[in-house]
Structure formats: structure tokens, C-alpha cells
């Protein structure tokens, strides 16, 4: 018998219970809560999820210790601070309610909102009457709804919310999301995986897209569990589809006179309860002016990318796609390892494009068959069988969300359809199709 089985049958099943107990709690204040950014939260310059002027600049920002000062005069004033029914009220919050009202009559709705969103009082003696006609949840057009939202993105912090343009509201850049007692184990157990190895590559919980060092995008699969969340449970839950959406330039400087420019989309879908990914990277090179009688040397896109890292996935550089390129011809690959696919063609200017597409799965669990293969990286990768999965065309084609609404609309269908399927051997609906549905 090994020494730590011989130890552990020698102590008391009472100190077992115990040690048990001690690590569970343990676990469950330890793991019970982490925090979820956007994928771009590293570099903070996606157009997308994109910064506002803030009302407080930086260089007009108290510095620590008047931020410490400030702090202990707070705490004097609140220990000397008189009952609150003895409290000073401002002469408008005297008036009573129909004078206020009558007051009102001679306010714009944007103007009433704004003055309900002073005080607590006054919103709740003008704020019924005020909300619905600049909210989209009362009578008011999204016209309204948005020029509201200017008026309260002056007051929100651009580093701690991002304005959503599909819901027309106020999103976290970061948003704790507690754990279910079942997942504690798991995560405890990758936590520790990860101390262990003393690395973050290949704790299976990231997937990281662009150079190594500065990617353009990290996406963690608690953010891919939340949208999904929200996908199957309803708007009350997880995160908006919208926050995995990024997009945004970045330029490198090659050489002395000569850039790279790198644009870049990223754009969610979900397909039949699938997270699908198609992320597009432009590159195109520019010559900058230098002084008389000076030529620039130049680096063509081809050559950029080979003597530089751009990972598209855990497993595929962008250098792997330089060799099958021709002039004008469009090349698609498959990634060996995860379910990931890439197109690579040129453009003018000798610019050039590469587009990908890839599956996330349903996004319930890090040890689902799709997510394990993209977010693991040498040497635990494994060959991923691919049969006949086509990603691109589902992301293009399939324009259901569920499966139900996809069995639904297949079933209220009239017709033959309009486009001939060699599998099925007639004709079917272009955006119905049954085969590469299942097959995602």
C-alpha cells in the first residue's frame, strides 16, 4: 500500500469530515464569484466597445493624498453630521407635489428627466410621468430613448460601462457573475493545474487571437458561458451576444518609413444554440514621407507575416496561409487540431484579407469536445474530426438562433425551396439547411 493511502486510512474518518468541511468552505469563498471583461480589455482600443470624453479629465484627477484627505474629512463630517430630520432641504424640494408639477408643464421630456434624476425625491413626484416618454420601455421612440442615453452617458465612466447600439443601453466592461456550487471543484482544480504548470497557456480557459505578446482578442470561457447563458435562460441572465463583438485598427511600425495596418472584426452569431465566431484581419502596407532624396524600403504583407507571430487560433499562424496564397484566387484551410476554418485572398494595393470562422459550442461547460480543442494549445492538443462540418457556410446560410425556431420554420415551409441539395437529392430552403445544421 502507498505511504499516503497507509496515512489517510490511519486517521480518524472525524478529522477526514473535518479537513473536508475546512477545504469546502474554502472553495466556496475562494471561488464562489469571479470577474468577466470583454475581450478587449487588454489594449482598450476597440471602436466597438469604444471610450467617450469623460467629464473628469486625468490630469485634473486629486492626487493620493487629497484623496486620502478627503476621505477622513468625510468621516469627521459623517460622526459630526446632525439627525437627518434636522438636515438643510433646497427650497425646491419645499414645494409640494402639484406645484412641482405645474412647474413641469413648462419642461421638454428631456427636460423633466433630467430634473427627476437629481434627487431621489423629486423622482419619485416627477419621475412616473417623466420616464415614459424618454424610455423605449414607456412611449418613447428609440429616437427619444437615445438622445436620453447622451444625456446620461455625460454622468457614466467610459472605463467602467460601454454603450451597447443593439440594446440601447448601458453595458459593465467587467461584471461579477457568481459560481454554482457544482462548478467550485473544477475551478479549483484548473486554479491549481495552473499553479502547477506556473503557466496560463494551457489552462484551457483562454483563447487569445493576434500577436502573442498584444492580442486583439482574449476571449475566456466564462464570457462565452455568459452569452450563452443569457441565450437559453433570457435577458435576465449572462451577457449581451453584443459583448463579444470588437473591432478596431492597429498599426505596426516595420521599418523606418513603411507601416503595416492591420483592421480587424470580430462578429458573434449564435446558429442553432451554436456560438459561431467570423473574424476578418485586412492588412495593408504604407509607405510614410521622409525627406528629399530618401526611399523607403518596403515589406510586402506576405513577408510581414512571415517573420512575424499573428496567431488565428491556438494552433494556425497566419504565416501557414502565405504558402497556399496566389494571386486573386481564394484558398480556404481547416485547422487540424480545433474547429476552425480560414480563407486568405488579396486585395488592392497589395493589401490582404484573411477571414475565419470558428465554433464555440453551447458554451455550458470547458470540458465540451469544441471548446477543449480551441483553447488547448502544445502539447496537449489532439486532432479534432472534422466530417463534413462546414462553419463558414452555417454562419452565412443558417440565420435560425434555436433549434426550435430552425424545426419551426422547416415545418411551416411551403414549397420545394429554390436551391438543390446533392445529400438530400432535391430541392430545399437556402437558409434551412437541414445537413449543416446538424452537423454544427
Not at 474518518?13 to 471561488?31: C, Y
Not at 412616473?128 to 442615453?149: F, I, N
Not at 512575424?308 to 496566389?326: I, T
Not at 492538443?381 to 452555417?394: F, L, N, Q, S
Amino acid at each position: 500500500m502507498p505511504g499516503w493511502a497507509q496515512a489517510s486510512s490511519s486517521c480518524s474518518p472525524s478529522l477526514n469530515n473535518r479537513v473536508l468541511d475546512a477545504l469546502r468552505s474554502f472553495l466556496r469563498t475562494q471561488m464562489s464569484a469571479h470577474s468577466i471583461s470583454l475581450p478587449c480589455s487588454s489594449h482598450g482600443k476597440c471602436t466597438y466597445h469604444k471610450h467617450w470624453p469623460s467629464t473628469v479629465t486625468r490630469a485634473s484627477q486629486p492626487s493620493h493624498h487629497i484623496i486620502e484627505a478627503a476621505k477622513h474629512a468625510r468621516e469627521e463630517q459623517r460622526t459630526r453630521r446632525p439627525p437627518s430630520s434636522h438636515l438643510k432641504r433646497s427650497l425646491i424640494q419645499k414645494f409640494p407635489d402639484e406645484l412641482l408639477l405645474a412647474i413641469c408643464d413648462y419642461l421638454g421630456p428631456m427636460d423633466q428627466a433630467c430634473l427627476a434624476l437629481t434627487c431621489r425625491a423629486l423622482a419619485v413626484t416627477i419621475g412616473p410621468s417623466a420616464w415614459k416618454y424618454v424610455s423605449k420601455a414607456g412611449e418613447a421612440s428609440w429616437y427619444k430613448h437615445a438622445e436620453m442615453l447622451d444625456v446620461l452617458q455625460r454622468d457614466f465612466n467610459s472605463e467602467a460601462w460601454w454603450r451597447c447600439s443593439a440594446c440601447e443601453s448601458f453595458h459593465p466592461r467587467a461584471k461579477t457573475q457568481q459560481d454554482d456550487d457544482h462548478d467550485h471543484l473544477a475551478k479549483a482544480s484548473a486554479k491549481f493545474n495552473q499553479m502547477r504548470h506556473l503557466s496560463k497557456d494551457d489552462d484551457g480557459n483562454e483563447v487569445n487571437i493576434g500577436p502573442p505578446k498584444q492580442p486583439l482578442y482574449t476571449l475566456d470561457f466564462s464570457l462565452v458561458h455568459a452569452v450563452m447563458d443569457r441565450h437559453l435562460n433570457g435577458t435576465r441572465k449572462g451577457l449581451c451576444l453584443n459583448s463579444l463583438r470588437c473591432a478596431g485598427s492597429h498599426t505596426f511600425h516595420v521599418l523606418p518609413g513603411v507601416t503595416m495596418s492591420i483592421n480587424y472584426a470580430f462578429a458573434p452569431k449564435i446558429v442553432v444554440d451554436r456560438l459561431l465566431m467570423r473574424s476578418e484581419f485586412q492588412f495593408q502596407p504604407k509607405r510614410e514621407q521622409l525627406s528629399r532624396n530618401t526611399q523607403a524600403k518596403y515589406q510586402s504583407v506576405q513577408l510581414f507575416l512571415t517573420k512575424n507571430d499573428f496567431w488565428l487560433c491556438r494552433h494556425m499562424q497566419a504565416r501557414n496561409l502565405v504558402r497556399v496564397l496566389q494571386q486573386g484566387v481564394m484558398h480556404e484551410r481547416k485547422c487540424t487540431y480545433c474547429p476552425s476554418e480560414f480563407s486568405m485572398e488579396t486585395l488592392p494595393n497589395e493589401g490582404v484579407r484573411i477571414r475565419s470562422w470558428q465554433n464555440f459550442g453551447v458554451g455550458r461547460s470547458a470540458k465540451e469536445t469544441r471548446w477543449m480543442h480551441l483553447s488547448r494549445s502544445f502539447p496537449e492538443r489532439k486532432a479534432y474530426t472534422w466530417g463534413k462540418e462546414d462553419i463558414g457556410e452555417a454562419y452565412d446560410r443558417i440565420m435560425c438562433s434555436t433549434r426550435e425556431e430552425f424545426d419551426r420554420q422547416l415545418q411551416n415551409s411551403k414549397g420545394p425551396g429554390g436551391r438543390y441539395d446533392p445529400e438530400l437529392k432535391r430541392m430545399v430552403y437556402k437558409s434551412l439547411p437541414i445537413k449543416l445544421a446538424e452537423r454544427i
